[in-house]
Protein backbone atom coordinates (compact mmCIF):
# COMPACT_ATOMS: atom_id res chain seq x y z
CA UNK A 1 0.00 0.00 0.00
CA UNK A 2 3.02 2.37 0.39
CA UNK A 3 5.60 1.97 -2.49
CA UNK A 4 9.12 4.24 -2.02
CA UNK A 5 10.90 5.31 -5.26
CA UNK A 6 13.66 7.68 -5.91
CA UNK A 7 16.75 6.27 -4.44
CA UNK A 8 20.10 5.83 -6.25
CA UNK A 9 23.44 5.80 -5.68
CA UNK A 10 24.81 9.38 -5.70
CA UNK A 11 28.03 11.40 -4.59
CA UNK A 12 28.65 13.04 -1.36
CA UNK A 13 26.98 16.91 -1.65
CA UNK A 14 24.67 15.55 -3.93
CA UNK A 15 20.63 15.48 -3.52
CA UNK A 16 17.61 12.75 -3.94
CA UNK A 17 13.80 13.14 -3.80
CA UNK A 18 12.30 10.16 -2.22
CA UNK A 19 8.81 9.45 -3.48
CA UNK A 20 6.47 7.02 -1.70
CA UNK A 21 2.86 6.64 -3.30
CA UNK A 22 -0.29 5.27 -1.22
CA UNK A 23 -2.22 2.52 -3.46
CA UNK A 24 -5.44 1.20 -2.24
CA UNK A 25 -6.51 3.19 0.32
CA UNK A 26 -6.02 6.79 1.12
CA UNK A 27 -3.67 8.71 4.02
CA UNK A 28 -4.86 12.11 4.07
CA UNK A 29 -5.73 11.92 7.66
CA UNK A 30 -2.88 10.13 8.55
CA UNK A 31 0.71 11.53 10.11
CA UNK A 32 3.47 10.18 7.78
CA UNK A 33 6.82 9.58 8.33
CA UNK A 34 10.57 8.38 6.59
CA UNK A 35 12.49 6.05 8.68
CA UNK A 36 16.06 4.14 7.48
CA UNK A 37 18.26 1.59 8.61
CA UNK A 38 21.62 1.67 7.70
CA UNK A 39 23.29 -1.90 7.79
CA UNK A 40 24.36 -3.56 11.11
CA UNK A 41 21.90 -0.97 12.88
CA UNK A 42 18.40 -0.12 13.76
CA UNK A 43 15.96 1.66 12.28
CA UNK A 44 16.05 5.48 13.03
CA UNK A 45 13.61 8.01 12.54
CA UNK A 46 14.36 10.58 9.87
CA UNK A 47 11.20 12.90 9.15
CA UNK A 48 7.17 13.24 10.48
CA UNK A 49 4.88 15.26 9.14
CA UNK A 50 1.22 16.06 10.05
CA UNK A 51 -1.58 14.66 8.33
CA UNK A 52 -2.40 18.18 6.56
CA UNK A 53 1.51 19.08 6.16
CA UNK A 54 1.40 21.71 8.27
CA UNK A 55 3.15 20.37 10.52
CA UNK A 56 6.81 19.00 10.75
CA UNK A 57 9.67 17.65 12.70
CA UNK A 58 13.20 15.97 11.57
CA UNK A 59 16.14 13.75 13.48
CA UNK A 60 18.42 16.84 14.68
CA UNK A 61 20.96 14.59 11.98
CA UNK A 62 19.36 15.76 9.01
CA UNK A 63 17.44 19.11 10.30
CA UNK A 64 18.87 21.91 7.68
CA UNK A 65 19.23 19.08 5.09
CA UNK A 66 15.91 17.19 4.48
CA UNK A 67 12.29 18.43 3.51
CA UNK A 68 9.46 16.36 4.28
CA UNK A 69 6.38 17.23 2.07
CA UNK A 70 2.89 15.91 1.34
CA UNK A 71 0.36 16.11 -1.48
CA UNK A 72 -2.70 14.59 -0.16
CA UNK A 73 -4.50 15.21 -4.08
CA UNK A 74 -1.77 12.57 -5.25
CA UNK A 75 -1.74 10.80 -2.25
CA UNK A 76 2.12 10.61 -2.28
CA UNK A 77 4.57 11.63 0.49
CA UNK A 78 8.49 13.16 -0.19
CA UNK A 79 11.55 13.41 1.23
CA UNK A 80 14.26 16.03 -0.45
CA UNK A 81 17.24 14.95 0.50
CA UNK A 82 20.04 17.65 0.14
CA UNK A 83 23.56 17.53 1.23
CA UNK A 84 24.03 14.37 0.85
CA UNK A 85 26.89 12.37 3.11
CA UNK A 86 28.52 9.23 3.22
CA UNK A 87 26.41 8.50 6.65
CA UNK A 88 23.39 8.75 5.32
CA UNK A 89 23.70 5.83 3.13
CA UNK A 90 20.39 3.51 4.18
CA UNK A 91 17.06 2.27 3.52
CA UNK A 92 14.57 4.41 3.25
CA UNK A 93 11.46 3.37 4.29
CA UNK A 94 8.24 5.69 4.31
CA UNK A 95 5.66 4.76 6.79
CA UNK A 96 1.72 5.68 7.87
CA UNK A 97 0.01 6.22 11.46
CA UNK A 98 -3.12 5.27 12.10
CA UNK A 99 -5.55 8.96 11.47
CA UNK A 100 -4.48 11.64 13.97
CA UNK A 101 -4.85 14.86 13.73
CA UNK A 102 -1.39 15.04 16.18
CA UNK A 103 1.57 17.24 15.97
CA UNK A 104 4.21 15.76 14.11
CA UNK A 105 7.08 16.14 16.96
CA UNK A 106 4.44 12.78 18.72
CA UNK A 107 5.47 10.56 15.69
CA UNK A 108 9.18 9.73 15.91
CA UNK A 109 8.77 6.06 17.07
CA UNK A 110 8.14 3.18 14.57
CA UNK A 111 5.83 1.73 17.11
CA UNK A 112 3.49 4.39 16.32
CA UNK A 113 3.17 3.51 12.68
CA UNK A 114 0.39 1.06 11.26
CA UNK A 115 1.35 0.96 7.23
CA UNK A 116 5.06 0.45 5.84
CA UNK A 117 6.59 0.43 2.64
CA UNK A 118 9.21 -1.77 1.41
CA UNK A 119 12.19 0.80 1.33
CA UNK A 120 14.36 2.46 -1.19
CA UNK A 121 18.21 1.78 -1.65
CA UNK A 122 20.17 5.47 -1.01
CA UNK A 123 23.84 5.01 -1.34
CA UNK A 124 26.33 8.63 -1.22
CA UNK A 125 29.94 7.80 -1.98
CA UNK A 126 32.71 9.46 -0.83
Known amino acids: QLLESGGGLVQAGGSLRLSCAAS????????MGWFRQAPGKEREFVAA????????HYADSVKGRFTISRDNAKNTMYLQIDSLKPEDTAVYYC?????????????????????WGQGTQVTVSS
Open 95 to 115: AAAPTSRSAAYRYTEHALYKY
Open 24 to 31: GRTFSASP
Open 49 to 56: ISWSGGDT
